[in-house]
């Protein structure tokens, strides 16, 4: 059996940091619905919207308030958004 020698062992790891940087999946799956951006997460089934203040929660008085954009009803998974 032949031993690894250290260029082999390099182009492994450089390999594996290919996949990881490239092809490794998010845990976030995105969609853009209009102007609306959206966020589920793939393992867990979480749904975030991209308010102007950053991510939160679709549900959130607050970020509904403090946001000027009004959305039609678009339903995302469990998560139903608008009046």
Request: net charge positive.
């Amino acid at each position: 059996m032949r031993t690894w020698t250290w260029y082999s062992k390099l182009l492994l790891v450089l390999v594996l940091a290919a996949f990881a940087y490239w092809v490794w999946p998010t845990p976030w799956k995105t969609y853009k619905t209009g102007r609306v951006n959206l966020r589920v997460n793939r393992f867990t089934g979480h749904t975030q919207r991209l308010w102007s203040s950053g991510w939160s929660d679709p549900d959130s008085e607050s970020q509904a308030a403090a946001d000027s954009t009004r959305i039609g009803s678009t339903r995302i998974g469990s998560t139903t958004l608008g009046p």
